[in-house]
């Protein structure tokens, strides 16, 4: 048993390394490289993982056959890209189309050069809906998802849910109407979905979760709700959002079992660990002793149970023997290294994203004028991006960011940096425009903040692309109320910090300035981040060469 269980874990560290030095292969643009390493990856489900940009250049070198496929998993992958390319051979237009048919209705619809060249290579049936003028776009979108003609169902807010959540995998649009819809509900209420189920309300809320707040929960989410799909999810926000007696003798035993079977265990793992988190004393015993029993049977991924017991034991001594096998991976980050952060001879480089929504105008007005009048910061305003640099003694920190609404600012601002990347990454912005941000975040960056609401979501992406990085997120609400006085605060302890800046230290004081903003508490810094100490764990171990467990 313990033979089969080393084999597996080398099977996933194999797995884990082919898709490092893969990505790293397509990033730097060493095609030698990556085509060395294709025979090897082709077939992995990650391969299209890199971005559309890093895939289409590589196959632009294999030979056509082998470019098709890479170019149709890319097309899968991010279907939005491939979308807006007049470039493309038209077959993988129309996968990008099948697998995004609601964007491709809506892009084809309009008047644009694109929309018109889409217009004529779409499936027949969606180039139908694109230019069927009598049917409003949001219609035609949601009938392209349908893939019928039952606008009845598509202008009902619950009868179109219901359709869509029926199905089997969950078609990416589903999520979307669900984010969207509690976005309404957050500003509105909940009265337009007052009269639905409670299994309906359920599946909009774990739907639709990244946009959930505390209110908006509490108020969606009957009190006993139905057990569900993405139920460890649900309780993993049921905690965050102040509702842990939802946690129940029952439930607990769905939360922590059968990670092993579940799609993807990592981010299942994830949760739990939130779970345990919070449960109160009397339950301990119990979930040590279903963690306990779930190890015995994980096989292969019996590790990630045994990090679970480990961290558990930190607070309720219990599987003493298995715990110690794991307990040296738990490493909490209680500081950073400065030298790293400002990696481009004593100067830092900073990216800032921001977006072309209110939200987004608004993140970066308060942005700028939490600097306007500081001390030893320069602002240089450009056509389409703005260039900040701090200076204390020998340390420089330049931050570089986009301003919304005013495009193509990524090239100018590449060129601006040298081609360097950042060693700080920030995402300032809804949730719903976090992939974008995280498609561009780099191997080498050393501090990630996430702004926007329910940032904890992105912890597996940012670990997994940037191993070394150590990030601040929210569970709940971002706001700029928040985001601009940390931000500043940390830039200028970073430049004033000596070898390390203590997490411990700069957190405190953050705590004291904002102890009268309930939304604080939303906020994770890297010390006490417990998804992230959890996937550093779970990639240390991989790493071992000889992992020292012990048998199921």
Same mark, same amino acid.
């Given at each position: 048993?313990?033979?089969?269980?080393?084999?597996?874990?080398?099977?996933?560290?194999?797995?884990?390394?082919?898709?490092?030095?893969?990505?790293?292969?397509?990033?730097?643009?060493?095609?030698?490289?990556?085509?060395?390493?294709?025979?090897?990856?082709?077939?992995?489900?990650?391969?299209?993982?890199?971005?559309?940009?890093?895939?289409? /250049? %590589? =196959?632009?070198? $294999?030979?056509?056959?082998?470019?098709? !496929?890479?170019?149709?998993?890319? @097309?899968?992958?991010? #279907?939005?890209?491939?979308?807006?390319?007049?470039?493309?051979?038209?077959?993988?237009?129309?996968?990008?189309?099948?697998?995004?048919?609601?964007?491709?209705?809506?892009?084809?619809?309009?008047?644009?050069?694109?929309?018109?060249?889409?217009?004529?290579?779409?499936?027949?049936?969606?180039?139908?809906?694109?230019?069927?003028?009598?049917?409003?776009?949001?219609?035609?979108?949601?009938?392209?998802?349908?893939?019928?003609?039952?606008?009845?169902?598509?202008?009902?807010?619950?009868?179109?849910?219901?359709?869509?959540?029926?199905?089997?995998?969950?078609?990416?649009?589903?999520? /979307? %109407? =669900?984010?969207? $819809?509690?976005?309404?509900?957050?500003? !509105?209420?909940?009265?337009?979905? @007052?009269?639905?189920? #409670?299994?309906?309300?359920?599946?909009?809320?774990?739907?639709?979760?990244?946009?959930?707040?505390?209110?908006?929960?509490?108020?969606?989410?009957?009190?006993?709700?139905?057990?569900?799909?993405?139920?460890?999810?649900?309780?993993?926000?049921?905690?965050?959002?102040?509702?842990?007696?939802?946690?129940?003798?029952?439930?607990?035993?769905?939360?922590?079992?059968?990670?092993?079977?579940?799609?993807?265990?990592?981010?299942?793992?994830?949760?739990?660990?939130?779970?345990?988190?919070?449960?109160?004393?009397?339950?301990?015993?119990?979930?040590?002793?279903?963690?306990?029993?779930?190890?015995?049977?994980?096989?292969?991924?019996?590790?990630?149970?045994?990090?679970?017991?480990?961290?558990? @034991?930190?607070?309720? #001594?219990?599987?003493?023997?298995?715990?110690?096998?794991?307990?040296?991976?738990?490493?909490?980050?209680?500081?950073?290294?400065?030298?790293?952060?400002?990696?481009?001879?004593?100067?830092?480089?900073?990216?800032?994203?921001?977006?072309?929504?209110?939200?987004?105008?608004?993140?970066?007005?308060?942005?700028?004028?939490?600097?306007?009048?500081?001390?030893?910061?320069?602002?240089?305003?450009?056509?389409?991006?703005?260039?900040?640099?701090?200076?204390?003694?020998?340390?420089?920190?330049?931050?570089?960011?986009?301003?919304?609404?005013?495009?193509?600012?990524?090239?100018?601002?590449?060129?601006?940096?040298?081609?360097?990347?950042?060693?700080?990454?920030?995402?300032?912005?809804?949730?719903?425009?976090?992939?974008?941000?995280?498609?561009?975040?780099?191997?080498?960056?050393?501090?990630?903040?996430?702004?926007?609401?329910?940032?904890?979501?992105?912890?597996?992406?940012?670990?997994?692309?940037?191993?070394?990085?150590?990030?601040?997120?929210?569970?709940?609400?971002?706001?700029?109320?928040?985001?601009?006085?940390?931000?500043?605060?940390?830039?200028?302890?970073?430049?004033?910090?000596?070898?390390?800046?203590?997490?411990?230290?700069?957190?405190?004081?953050?705590?004291?300035?904002?102890?009268?903003?309930?939304?604080?508490?939303?906020?994770?810094?890297?010390?006490?981040?417990?998804?992230?100490?959890?996937?550093?764990?779970?990639?240390?171990?991989?790493?071992?060469?000889?992992?020292?467990?012990?048998?199921?």
């Amino acid at each position: 048993m313990l033979q089969a269980l080393l084999l597996t874990i080398l099977s996933l560290r194999e797995d884990v390394l082919l898709r490092k030095a893969w990505e790293a292969a397509l990033r730097n643009n060493s095609s030698d490289t990556a085509r060395q390493l294709y025979p090897k990856v082709r077939d992995r489900a990650w391969v299209a993982r890199p971005g559309f940009h890093h895939l289409y /250049e %590589f =196959a632009r070198t $294999l030979p056509p056959e082998e470019s098709e !496929a890479l170019l149709t998993a890319a @097309a899968k992958h991010d #279907p939005s890209v491939v979308l807006r390319r007049t470039d493309l051979d038209p077959r993988i237009l129309q996968v990008a189309a099948l697998q995004a048919p609601a964007e491709a209705v809506g892009i084809a619809a309009g008047s644009s050069p694109t929309s018109q060249f889409l217009r004529k290579v779409l499936p027949p049936r969606l180039a139908t809906l694109a230019a069927d003028a009598a049917i409003d776009v949001p219609t035609r979108q949601r009938l392209a998802i349908l893939g019928d003609n039952n606008i009845a169902d598509a202008r009902d807010n619950r009868r179109y849910f219901a359709r869509i959540t029926a199905r089997k995998p969950i078609p990416r649009e589903a999520i /979307e %109407f =669900a984010q969207s $819809l509690v976005r309404d509900l957050r500003q !509105a209420g909940i009265k337009q979905v @007052a009269h639905w189920s #409670p299994a309906e309300r359920y599946l909009l809320a774990v739907y639709g979760r990244e946009e959930l707040d505390a209110p908006t929960f509490t108020r969606l989410v009957p009190s006993a709700p139905p057990a569900g799909p993405r139920y460890r999810a649900f309780l993993s926000d049921a905690v965050q959002f102040g509702h842990p007696t939802l946690i129940r003798a029952q439930s607990l035993a769905q939360a922590l079992q059968g990670i092993a079977a579940e799609d993807n265990p990592l981010q299942e793992t994830l949760f739990a660990a939130n779970i345990l988190d919070a449960l109160a004393k009397p339950q301990r015993p119990q979930a040590a002793a279903l963690l306990k029993s779930a190890y015995e049977k994980a096989g292969p991924y019996a590790p990630l149970y045994g990090l679970l017991i480990a961290h558990l @034991a930190q607070r309720l #001594p219990s599987n003493a023997t298995i715990a110690s096998s794991y307990a040296h991976y738990l490493q909490a980050p209680q500081s950073i290294s400065t030298a790293p952060v400002f990696s481009h001879n004593g100067t830092s480089l900073h990216r800032y994203y921001f977006y072309d929504d209110d939200d987004g105008v608004e993140s970066y007005e308060t942005f700028l004028a939490a600097y306007r009048k500081a001390p030893n910061w320069t602002t240089v305003k450009h056509a389409n991006w703005v260039h900040l640099t701090g200076v204390s003694g020998k340390r420089r920190i330049e931050i570089f960011a986009n301003i919304p609404r005013k495009p193509d600012a990524d090239a100018v601002i590449r060129k601006a940096m040298q081609n360097r990347e950042p060693d700080v990454l920030v995402h300032r912005g809804h949730a719903f425009h976090l992939d974008k941000t995280l498609r561009r975040l780099n191997s080498t960056a050393r501090l990630v903040f996430l702004g926007s609401c329910r940032g904890m979501e992105a912890v597996a992406t940012v670990i997994d692309t940037a191993p070394q990085a150590q990030m601040f997120a929210t569970r709940g609400t971002g706001t700029h109320t928040i985001n601009d006085p940390i931000l500043k605060a940390l830039n200028n302890a970073l430049l004033t910090a000596g070898d390390k800046l203590d997490w411990q230290s700069f957190w405190g004081t953050q705590k004291s300035h904002f102890k009268s903003n309930s939304l604080f508490a939303d906020y994770i810094p890297p010390h006490q981040n417990t998804q992230a100490i959890l996937l550093r764990a779970w990639y240390a171990f991989l790493s071992e060469p000889e992992p020292n467990v012990t048998q199921p």
